[in-house]
């Protein structure tokens, strides 16, 4: 059940948790499936950090506390978030950002997404020090004995995150005769997302009823580092997992970024289009 919180929270620089053991792989890609985010890098506005004094709801202090740590961490170098990760949970390397500005003034949790099996998403609000706003989903993995730990990377998102379809599978490489139109579509759409302003660029890649909001710019797509889909099967409806780099042009950092796209093949002509994306930590 989605529920909307409000926390203030400063950063620390106390030693980060040990990560968890025993949360293998299978956890991590069923996080990815059940996250279910549009990605968008945006000013300050309906996911800025909320006013003091507003009452947290529906999360605990640890989570909260761990996800403002790992994103802010995150922010400030990828690399460094490699002591927080889950065991099984892999992270791409990444650069910390160059530019004056980029760092992260304060940050809250302010959206949290229950999964079950102690895992949760919670979307974590950072204010940079030039004033821009950049929503992270960190997902997460509580123990019994309340540790808490990452199961991969966050995903850039517009607001707190709304679950999916929960999916157990892991990604695998296209299957089927259409692989090639399949990795052809991503490699128009995924740089055009990024790019435009106008959902109206994309019009011709995705489905008539897609609710796709583009990124107009605010980050950049460095590279597309791998294409493979949840499932083995070859139907005309595919649900794929894209490894790709984002930059922030403002900040000269780079992350990796992991998204899911829900395909379809329709028409006369057969050919592949964009039914949704989806924002997940991989």
Known sequence: MRQEVGMRFAKTD?????????VGRFALWTALGLLFARA?????GPGAP??????????????????????????????????LLAE????????????????????????????GGGRA????????RDARVLNLAVPIVRSRAGEVAALGAPSIVAAPSAAGVASTERPQPIAGPD??????????????????SERASLAYLLTPAARVRPLAGSVSLDAIAEVRQLGSEDGPRRSVVV?????????????????????????????????AIVGAGA
């Open 179 to 196: 692989a090639e139109a399949i990795e052809a579509l991503i490699a128009k759409f995924l740089p055009e997302y990024v790019a435009t």
């Open 88 to 115: 099984g949970a892999k992270l791409a390397t990444g650069r910390p950002p160059t530019a004056p500005g980029a760092e992260v003034a304060q940050a809250e949790v302010v959206g949290i997404e229950n999964l």
């Open 14 to 22: 106390s030693t980060a948790r040990a990560a968890l053991r025993g």
């Open 243 to 275: 490894s790709a780099r984002l930059g922030i042009p403002a900040g000269g950092g780079s992350y990796p970024a992991v998204y899911r796209l829900e395909l379809r093949r329709t028409g006369a002509e057969g050919r592949w289009y964009v039914e």
């Open 50 to 83: 909320r006013q003091e004094g507003e009452r947290l709801v529906g999360v605990d202090p640890a989570s909260a506390g761990f996800a403002v740590r790992f994103a802010s961490t995150y922010l400030a170098d990828p690399r460094a978030v490699v002591p």
């Open 121 to 128: 998403v919670l979307t974590v609000a950072c204010q940079l």
């Open 40 to 44: 968008v890098l945006s000013e300050p």
